[in-house]
């Protein structure tokens, strides 16, 4: 349907996949089916003429899925995402259909639990019975709940939800914040518990604010202008957790490609779903991406079995993406210049998934980097790592020499100064938890012998990434003070420059000693 522009094939589509749908008996239509065709036909909604027909196609899939205890619960977890990717904005007979959908969902007995944990939808005389059966619904759970509900979905939904949805779901949050004000001040002063979760919001809506539309933005700043009599130095020592946990370093890298792999199966651009069911067809068919199925929950490995049914021998990037692969070792590859930093990771991470690595998976998982930047963000670090422990010498010195680029003065691109910042961490974590039981340091491996802390304290220090620039400066001074005889102190310059470090760091963090 998206390969085609013409109104009366996609209808004729459609109708063909109503009939597919009608014939789907009980033993065909399993987990991974009914959210396949419940989110194709969400898909189809966005085209002109085929809102009203969608919808009712919408309906009966819903309406077969309840008449199945396994894939009830199913629609129950996905109801969030599906009736967040409606478009709203549609006019005429279409917005009826839409309506008469979302007022089955939230007049349904069986789906209750599920529709407790929607978003309010827009304050407009259309969706006012909805909004009041909503309401009753959720009932009044208290502030401190409403402001969890809020954080959970932002976490949860905010990347997947269209632009209408997510201003509806700011709108009303920020008509709740100017209502209370008295409870967030309560809040403030409470628990760590509270006082994280407070963090964490006002952590949220700033990273949300970095990818979206204007709109959008302007919504976030309204929320956050009813934060803003907060003094945000109180919240300075609470770690807000990082909403996106595939990011973290640590676990297992290939369990969290699969669970990334599976949301992207949903997503809304049909190339992204095309990608991403190749990928996961061709990492299940690896030892290691079948064993890390293994350790997903029971309803993701349901999702994925069909991937698993006649998998062969795993392909090679080549195949899975044509595409001409640059030369690792050209440095335009590594410097954005002119591209924008989503385009220039895209393309470098492709072309360094396309080198030859210890890891297959990684290596299998290139081509979806050029359609998810989030993808690209979480496989860099560890394809960089992959690279350095093939114990290939020249090209780790060239991996060193890029990223002395990266962070120089010369690249104003912040991002991407923070890619590496958070790449370099990654390497030092993943150095340490190996070398526990022996005595060698990360700075001595030849990743890192050329590569001066300083200078990494000092990229830092140009993203306002102060607690990282000094964690580097005390590692420098470490290195330095070590009992070898080539390390007898630190040395005057570069105690000129830690202190010139050391008194912007101090300048800019929630420290009583700082200078004012």
């Known amino acids: 349907m998206a390969s085609t522009s013409r109104p009366q094939e996609r209808k004729r589509l459609l109708r063909v996949f109503e009939f597919f749908v009608n014939h789907l008996d009980d033993k065909a239509f399993i987990s991974s089916v009914f959210r396949d065709c419940a989110f194709s036909v969400v898909r189809a909604v966005k085209y002109d003429g085929l809102c009203g027909p969608a919808c009712k196609i919408l309906r009966e899939i819903c309406e077969k899925a309840l008449r199945q205890e396994d894939i009830k619960a199913v629609l129950c977890s996905i109801l969030h995402d599906i009736v967040s990717a409606l478009p709203y904005s549609q006019g005429g007979v279409s917005a009826a259909g839409l309506l008469d959908f979302v007022r089955w969902v939230v007049t349904s007995p069986s789906l209750e639990s599920a529709v407790r944990d929607l978003d309010p939808f827009d304050d407009t005389p259309e969706f006012a019975e909805i909004n009041a059966v909503h309401r009753r619904l959720r009932g009044d759970a208290g502030w401190s709940n409403e402001l969890l509900?809020?954080?959970?979905?932002?976490?949860?939904?905010?990347?997947?939800?269209?632009?209408?949805?997510?201003?509806?779901?700011?709108?009303?949050?920020?008509?709740?914040?100017?209502a209370q004000k008295q409870e967030l001040i309560a809040m403030l002063n409470g628990d760590d518990t509270q006082r994280k979760l407070i963090a964490e919001l006002v952590w949220l809506l700033i990273k949300q604010s970095q990818t979206s539309s204007e709109d959008v933005k302007l919504q976030i700043g309204e929320c956050l202008g009813e934060i803003g009599f907060l003094d945000p130095s109180t919240l300075g020592e609470i770690r807000a957790e990082d909403p996106n946990p595939y990011l973290v370093a640590g676990g297992d890298a290939n369990k969290s490609i699969l669970q990334l792999l599976d949301t992207y199966l949903t997503d809304p651009d049909v190339s992204v779903v095309e990608v991403a069911s190749a990928t996961i067809k061709a990492v299940l068919g690896t030892t290691a991406g079948a064993r890390a199925c293994l350790q997903l929950e029971n309803e993701q490995q349901r999702f994925l079995q069909p991937f698993t049914w006649g998998s062969t021998a795993a392909q090679s990037p080549s195949q899975l993406a044509q595409r001409t692969l640059s030369q690792i070792d050209d440095v335009k590859v590594w410097i954005p210049e002119q591209n924008s930093y989503c385009e220039w990771l895209q393309q470098l991470t492709f072309i360094l998934a396309a080198h030859p690595t210890q890891d297959k998976v990684l290596q299998l998982c290139g081509p979806v980097c050029l359609h998810k930047l989030q993808f690209a963000e979480f496989l860099f670090p560890r394809l960089i790592l992959n690279i350095v422990e093939t114990g290939d010498q020249q090209l780790t010195q060239q991996l060193t020499h890029f990223f002395k680029i990266l962070l120089s003065t010369a690249n104003p691109h912040k991002e991407s100064v923070l890619l590496v910042l958070h790449t370099l961490n990654f390497?030092?974590?993943?150095?340490?938890?190996?070398?526990?039981?022996?005595?060698?340091?990360?700075?001595?491996?030849?990743?890192?012998?050329?590569?001066?802390?300083?200078?990494?304290?000092?990229?830092?220090?140009?993203?306002?990434?102060?607690?990282?620039?000094?964690?580097?400066?005390?590692?420098?001074?470490?290195?330095?003070?070590?009992?070898?005889?080539?390390?007898?102190?630190?040395?005057?310059?570069?105690?000129?420059?830690?202190n010139a470090i050391l008194l912007v760091i101090f300048s800019n963090i929630s420290e009583p000693d700082s200078p004012t």
């Open 149 to 178: 509900k809020f954080v959970r979905n932002q976490q949860r939904h905010a990347a997947s939800s269209l632009t209408t949805t997510l201003l509806s779901r700011l709108r009303h949050f920020s008509q709740q914040l100017q």
């Open 427 to 498: 390497l030092r974590n993943s150095h340490c938890s190996k070398s526990k039981k022996s005595s060698s340091w990360f700075w001595d491996t030849p990743f890192w012998r050329d590569l001066s802390l300083l200078d990494v304290a000092n990229a830092a220090l140009r993203c306002s990434a102060y607690l990282t620039s000094l964690l580097y400066v005390e590692l420098h001074c470490q290195k330095q003070l070590l009992p070898q005889a080539v390390r007898l102190g630190v040395p005057a310059d570069d105690e000129q420059a830690i």
